[in-house]
């Protein structure tokens, strides 16, 4: 079942968000710490509230949190380069990894995307880490394409 996050879903989240971590970590160490996670419990909690930052979580029979995904809806409004857009900004899906290869994923971006249609979105976009080619082949078969390039050069 997927549904949207609250404050009994934090310690399942924490330990996904761990494994956020470990993943971006092995491949860009010289940027991300090692055994940490992005939001601490108090952090979650409030997150939780924003409803401009949508949270949702796949919860199995047993209620174990299994997958989250991390949204964020970006308005823009009367700019004065950029047309007028409502966005869902992906910040973050994870499965667990003892529970990959059931379709999670899938589920988790299907909903996400389907919640965005019908709030009223254009399109969704997410970043994905140069180095993580299992996360971008889910996306590209979930059917996203790239929309720009982030560069660097390491001094």
């Not at 609250?6 to 956020?20: A, E, F, P, R, T």
């Not at 971006?24 to 924003?50: C, M, S």
């Amino acid at each position: 079942m997927i549904r949207k996050a609250n404050k009994n879903d934090i310690q399942g989240v924490v330990s996904l968000l761990y494994q956020v971590n470990a993943v971006h970590h092995e491949i860009r160490p010289d940027l991300f710490k090692g055994n940490t996670v992005k939001y601490n419990a108090q952090e979650l909690a409030e997150l939780f509230k924003d409803e401009s930052k949508p949270i949702f979580v796949y919860e199995d029979e047993g209620g174990n949190i299994l997958g989250h995904a991390f949204c964020q809806i970006i308005d823009i409004r009367n700019n004065q380069l950029l047309q007028d857009i409502r966005t869902l900004y992906i910040d973050d899906i994870c499965v667990d990894k003892n529970a990959r290869g059931r379709h999670i994923g899938k589920a988790l971006y299907e909903h996400v995307r389907d919640f965005a249609k019908s709030i009223g979105c254009n399109n969704m976009t997410l970043n994905v880490w140069e180095g993580n080619d299992s996360a971008l082949h889910f996306y590209q078969s979930m059917g996203m394409k790239v929309q720009k390039t982030g560069m660097e050069v390491i001094l």
